[in-house]
């Protein structure tokens, strides 16, 4: 099995803007060896760390992680988009045999257009002349603008985060019937993958099999097994379970596709797309 989502951080770098400075549960460092019990008690052999601070460094950072550790099998970092002169660092980066890709942290940028903007489409060209990745980080707001950017740009190999973190919270129709239709216009309109991850955490204290169905057989209905791939989105989601507690459920969300879609969702799919040996 694969994990196409997981994070290693340690708050004292200091380059997490996003992290409450006295949570429990995330502020404190993870290394290798506390995600250890969860991978064996999985079966887990391979992941994909991503970057969870938006600093070049972390991701040097991250890709010393990946040298010392067999089973990250890919890393995916972070440039500044608004920067063109990072493309000299996206060309060394990408020299690092463990380097996957990009993820700017779009959810966080209060410009809800700000993949659009002209300043930043050099990065998008650079990713596709050098075939790397992106991951698209973002809330549903966002989706018409993934939807413009990845018809904009088919080559892009390109990911969905979260399933870009369906609302659950609202336990609105609307909100629903509007995260859909977005998501299938991804499905159908870009060659966009997605991962099954992060969804947890969208909901409340309510993150049942019932509230999680809907979505979870939505994408898998529009992307098919074959564009989705199953990640932990650890230790982010130790807010609601532990590791072993999210494999499981996501194992029973996805079992109406039989074997070898599972094989696919925990495994191939992330293969395929990350090329994982």
């Known amino acids: 099995m694969i994990d196409a989502h997981q994070h290693f951080w340690h708050p004292a770098r200091g380059d997490y803007p996003w992290m ?5 549960v995330l502020s404190r460092p993870y290394r290798p060896s506390d995600l250890a019990p969860g991978r064996a008690e999985t079966g887990v052999k391979q992941t994909v760390l991503v970057q969870a601070a938006p600093s070049v460094a972390e991701t040097d950072y991250l890709l010393g992680i990946a040298d010392a550790t067999p089973h990250v099998a890919r890393v995916v970092g972070w440039i500044d988009f608004e920067d063109p002169g990072q493309r000299a660092v996206l060309d060394r980066l990408a020299r ?3 380097f996957a890709g990009v993820r700017p942290m779009i959810q966080d940028i209060a410009d809800d257009t700000w993949m659009l903007r002209a ?25 018409p603008h993934f939807h413009t950017l990845l018809t904009r740009y088919p080559e892009l190999r390109a990911v969905i985060d979260h399933c870009m973190k369906p609302q659950f919270r609202t336990r609105s129709d609307a909100d629903h019937a509007r995260w859909a239709e977005g ?14 991850s992060g969804l947890v955490t969208e909901a409340d204290d309510d993150w049942s099999d019932a509230v999680l169905q809907p979505a979870t057989d939505h994408v898998l209905a529009v992307f098919g097994p074959g564009r989705v791939m199953w990640g932990s989105d650890w230790p982010v989601a130790r807010l609601r379970c532990s590791y072993a507690a999210w ?6 969300l996805t079992a109406a596709c039989g074997a070898d879609g599972q094989r696919r969702i925990f495994a191939d799919t992330a293969r395929a797309f990350y090329r994982i040996a």
């Open 96 to 98: 690092h045999p463990k």
């Open 20 to 24: 409450p400075p006295d949570d429990p």
């Open 247 to 252: 494999h499981a459920q996501a194992l029973r």
């Open 119 to 143: 300043d930043v489409q050099w990065a998008f060209e650079a990713l596709i002349a050098m075939d790397l990745t992106f991951d698209g980080l973002g809330f549903p707001r966002h989706l």
């Open 183 to 196: 998501m299938t216009a991804l499905a159908e309109d870009t060659g966009a993958f997605c991962k099954l």
